[in-house]
């Protein structure tokens, strides 16, 4: 997946994806990168506690890092 | 007012007609001609008197209530209320209840539509007798304190003004801050105030429903500040109001705000607009009144596309309010705020408008005012307002940041070689200052100063309902919202046991419009959405659920529905203290911005992903986010592709927002992704 940012454009696979988010691949480009991308283990993806709701470990845990506060 | 001589026979036939179908007893005459049977209970102590007899010696009793002079309203408004009906209840303490009816009151009322309406409360067994041992002393027959000498039973009991002032007076602070709540929340019950009331309490209870109608624009000329202009006159204190806006006239006049031009001048294209008065009563801390405020607006409603420009006043995003409190601390800045006073009134007005004088003032024929600044009301004002400081900071050496309209930011070289910096950002008319240099902020303080009227609030400690506190000698700056929260939480759910996260895990909210509960409204929903949402602004981990009931809210507002947002506010509840904190660290090069993203493909009903990301900096998040993607992605790779892309957009602005105030960020963001 993540190397699928950088290089996937034009993939067999990947062609149905829009063409503007391959926005990403140009800032994550070897030469000059704006940003960088790195692989974490989905269950330690603080972002997740964005995306569905989450049980109890698992959200205090996301919540240490993203407020620097637990409840 | 003029009193109504019809509507005043309407209300005493509503009162006859009440009394006649509802009351099974004769109504006793003074206390020597009571029937034997109920004597009895006269030679018995008050604590051992049944509540049913109690009742029957209330019965038919009416009483006048005169707010004293300190008490508010003080505008000498009167009660006559009555003992109609009483019988046992389970729901009132004591279990057993005594309903009072408003009789008649001064000013009269009579609603909108011109019918008189019988106004009730209901009163418990408990409160009475409290009421009536507070006042006697307990040990006491009801002979006793029936004594001619205290007059009659019903005046102990609904309140002798000067014996039980201190009592209204609770009660009367208790009613207004109700009132105050109401009328921001518009909802709630007056019920619960009437908790360990003296007697005065149903007297009160009726002001409170009075105030209610009159909230309604159901009374007339009861409530603490008249609705409108026309409402001033017949009110008991229309010479004070009378006075407050003559008062305002000439302020504005004094202010240069007006100029009297020709009519024949006028523009073809602009209505000459109404003014319009607004009243307001101000209370000090103790609830007495200290002063009547009529402030005069323009109706902006008769104003004429074309001859004003833009409407709005430029606003921070929260997420650079954040980023400031984070770059803060880790470049050791300080933050402080001021706000810009009166803040219509002094800022001129450039395009014309044209106004008459409010109410019966008048000017002679054939002229017209013509507003040389903006006043309140106006369309242009709040845009009208901003321009003129963004033109003071742009002149003064302030830097516009890129990515926000309203962020500034002002560099001086000292000769010493270091430098001295402001950032600042807008809300309207409030201001967030962070800088180096409290001497430079100064300075910049006091020229400020003599172009805008300032109130200088010194350390930023409160901004946009969020506490501030920042202690310079560990570098941690901390926000949390309790206060707003405690609000939130009062208005809809007063007591709540905690849970420990906001929603269910995977909660799925079912469309079943069918199933909605009779007493609950849309509209009551919206707000509780769009509190919660302000609770966001701090409280990131409810940012997924809201969301999830924003869309709801408009489609659905089934049992899941309610059960969801019960739990957010069971959560909150738990939560309320519940901050970030932004932390200096040595391990970490500062001004470094990580971010994650993530997305949940095809989650929502209609197929659809939702993605989640957060931006990081100085240990806790500046931004984020929850939000359903546009397209339907056909696999979770693409909805992954489109959270990542996006994000690294985010990233993008608050980079070149710290670029612009000189914090470069030396290496590439890292973007988490599973």
């Given at each position: 997946?993540?190397s699928?940012?950088y290089?996937?454009f034009?993939h067999?696979?990947a062609r149905h ?12 480009s ?8 790195f692989n974490?283990a989905?269950?330690d ?5 964005f995306?569905?709701?989450?049980p109890?470990?698992a959200f ?10 637990t409840? | 007012m003029?009193h109504d001589?019809?509507?005043e026979?309407?209300h005493?036939?509503?009162i ?7 009351l ?7 206390y020597?001609t009571?029937?034997?049977?109920w004597r ?10 049944s509540n049913?007899?109690?009742g029957?010696y209330?019965?038919?009793m009416?009483?006048?209530l005169?707010?004293p002079?300190?008490c508010w309203?003080d505008d000498g ?6 003992v109609v009906?009483h019988?046992a209840?389970k729901?009132h303490?004591?279990?057993h ?8 009151s ?7 539509n011109?019918d008189?309406e019988?106004?009730?409360?209901d ?5 009475s007798?409290?009421s009536?041992e ?7 027959t009801?002979?006793?304190?029936l004594?001619?000498?205290?007059s ?8 002798v003004?000067?014996?039980l ?11 207004r ?8 929340s518009?909802?709630g019950?007056f019920r619960?105030l009437?908790?360990n009331a003296?007697g ?9 429903s009075?105030m209610?109608?009159?909230d309604?624009?159901k009374?007339?000329?009861i409530?603490?500040a ?5 409402a ?7 010479e004070?109001?009378v ?6 006239v000439?302020k504005?006049f004094?202010?240069g705000?007006w100029?009297?031009?020709d009519?024949s001048t006028?523009?073809e ?9 607004l009243?307001?009563?101000k209370?000090?801390?103790e609830g007495?009144?200290?002063?009547r ?8 409603r008769q104003?004429?596309?074309g001859?004003?420009g ?7 995003k ?8 984070a770059?803060?601390e880790q470049?050791k ?9 009166g803040?219509f009134?002094?800022a ?6 044209y106004?008459n ?6 000017l002679?024929?054939g002229?017209a005012?013509?507003?040389l600044k903006?006043?309140?009301g106006?369309k ?13 900071l742009k ?5 516009n940041l890129?990515?926000d ?12 070689g270091?430098?001295s910096?402001i950032i600042?950002?807008?809300h309207?008319?409030d201001?967030?200052?962070a800088?180096?240099d409290n001497q ?6 006091t ?6 009227e ?12 969020c506490k501030?506190?920042q202690?310079l000698?560990n ?6 919202q309790?206060?707003y929260?405690?609000?939130?939480l ?13 929603c269910?895990?995977n909660?799925?909210l079912?469309a079943?419009?069918a199933?909605?509960s009779?007493?609950?409204t849309r ?8 509190q919660?949402?302000r609770?966001?602004?701090l ?6 659920i809201?969301h999830?009931l924003?869309?709801s ?5 089934g049992p899941t529905?309610?059960?969801a ?6 959560y909150?509840?738990?939560n309320?203290s519940?901050g970030?904190t932004?932390?200096?660290s040595?391990k970490?090069e ?16 209609d197929r ?5 990301w957060?931006?990081?900096m ?18 979770s ?5 489109y959270?990542?892309?996006?994000r690294?957009?985010?990233c993008?602005?608050?980079?070149r ?13 890292p973007?988490?992704q599973d």
């Amino acid at each position: 997946m993540g190397s699928g940012m950088y290089n996937g454009f034009g993939h067999v696979q990947a062609r149905h994806i829009d063409t503007r988010v391959y926005l990403i691949c140009e800032l994550a480009s070897e030469r000059s990168p704006e940003v960088q991308l790195f692989n974490i283990a989905g269950k330690d993806q603080p972002s997740d506690i964005f995306t569905k709701g989450l049980p109890r470990p698992a959200f205090e845990k996301h919540m240490a890092v993203l407020m620097a506060e637990t409840p | 007012m003029p009193h109504d001589n019809q509507s005043e026979s309407m209300h005493n036939a509503t009162i006859w007609n009440l009394k006649s179908s509802m009351l099974l007893h004769d109504r006793p005459g003074a206390y020597g001609t009571i029937p034997a049977s109920w004597r009895d209970a006269g030679t018995t102590l008050l604590s051992k008197v049944s509540n049913a007899k109690l009742g029957e010696y209330l019965l038919g009793m009416d009483s006048l209530l005169r707010t004293p002079a300190e008490c508010w309203p003080d505008d000498g408004v009167t009660w006559s209320v009555q003992v109609v009906e009483h019988g046992a209840s389970k729901k009132h303490v004591g279990g057993h209840v005594f309903k009072v009816v408003l009789a008649d009151s001064s000013p009269n009322h009579v609603s909108s539509n011109g019918d008189v309406e019988l106004w009730a409360v209901d009163l418990s067994a408990k409160q009475s007798r409290q009421s009536m041992e507070a006042e006697f002393g307990k040990g006491k027959t009801l002979e006793q304190m029936l004594d001619p000498k205290n007059s009659s039973l019903a005046q102990i009991v609904l309140g002798v003004p000067a014996q039980l002032s201190g009592a209204i007076r609770r009660v009367q602070l208790a009613v207004r801050n109700t009132i105050k709540q109401q009328m921001k929340s518009k909802q709630g019950t007056f019920r619960r105030l009437e908790t360990n009331a003296t007697g005065a309490c149903a007297a009160m209870a009726l002001a409170m429903s009075a105030m209610k109608c009159e909230d309604e624009g159901k009374f007339a000329g009861i409530g603490p500040a008249p609705k409108h202009y026309n409402a001033v006159f017949g009110r008991p204190d229309e010479e004070k109001w009378v006075a407050a806006m003559d008062k305002e006239v000439i302020k504005i006049f004094g202010m240069g705000t007006w100029e009297t031009v020709d009519t024949s001048t006028i523009p073809e294209i602009c209505n000459v607009m109404n003014t319009c008065f607004l009243f307001k009563v101000k209370f000090d801390s103790e609830g007495i009144t200290t002063e009547r405020r009529a402030r005069a607006n323009a109706d902006g409603r008769q104003q004429k596309p074309g001859t004003y420009g833009e409407t709005f006043a430029p606003t921070s995003k929260s997420s650079i309010i954040r980023t400031i409190c984070a770059i803060t601390e880790q470049e050791k800045l300080t933050l402080y705020q001021f706000d810009i006073k009166g803040a219509f009134l002094m800022a001129p007005c450039k395009e014309p408008v044209y106004m008459n004088l409010p109410g019966t003032y008048r000017l002679p024929n054939g002229k017209a005012l013509r507003c040389l600044k903006l006043l309140y009301g106006l369309k242009q004002s709040a845009y009208g307002f901003h321009e003129p400081n963004f033109d003071w900071l742009k002149d003064d050496g302030f830097k516009n940041l890129d990515s926000d309209g309203v962020a500034f930011m002002k560099e001086v070289k000292k000769t010493d070689g270091t430098t001295s910096e402001i950032i600042l950002t807008t809300h309207v008319d409030d201001a967030i200052v962070a800088t180096n240099d409290n001497q430079f902020y100064a300075e910049f303080l006091t020229k400020l100063g003599k172009d805008f009227e300032l109130s200088d609030s010194g350390k930023l400690n409160w901004i946009l309902g969020c506490k501030v506190e920042q202690n310079l000698k560990n570098g941690t700056v901390r926000m949390s919202q309790e206060k707003y929260c405690n609000n939130a939480l009062k208005h809809f759910l007063s007591d709540a046991n905690p849970v420990s996260t906001p929603c269910e895990s995977n909660l799925h909210l079912q469309a079943s419009a069918a199933l909605r509960s009779a007493n609950v409204t849309r509209k009551s929903y919206v707000t509780i959405n769009r509190q919660l949402d302000r609770v966001c602004f701090l409280q990131s981990s409810l940012v997924i659920i809201v969301h999830l009931l924003s869309i709801s809210v408009c489609t659905n507002l089934g049992p899941t529905y309610v059960a969801a947002i019960h739990r957010v506010l069971r959560y909150l509840a738990g939560n309320r203290s519940l901050g970030i904190t932004y932390r200096r660290s040595a391990k970490t090069e500062a001004n470094q911005l990580w971010a994650t993203a993530d997305a949940d493909h095809a989650g929502a009903d209609d197929r659809r992903s939702v993605s989640g990301w957060a931006v990081l900096m100085a240990g806790a998040m500046v931004n984020r986010a929850s939000k359903s993607q546009p397209v339907t992605a056909i696999s979770s790779t693409e909805s992954q592709f489109y959270s990542v892309s996006l994000r690294s957009l985010d990233c993008g602005y608050l980079l070149r927002m710290m670029d612009m105030m000189g914090y470069k960020q030396r290496a590439a963001t890292p973007i988490a992704q599973d």
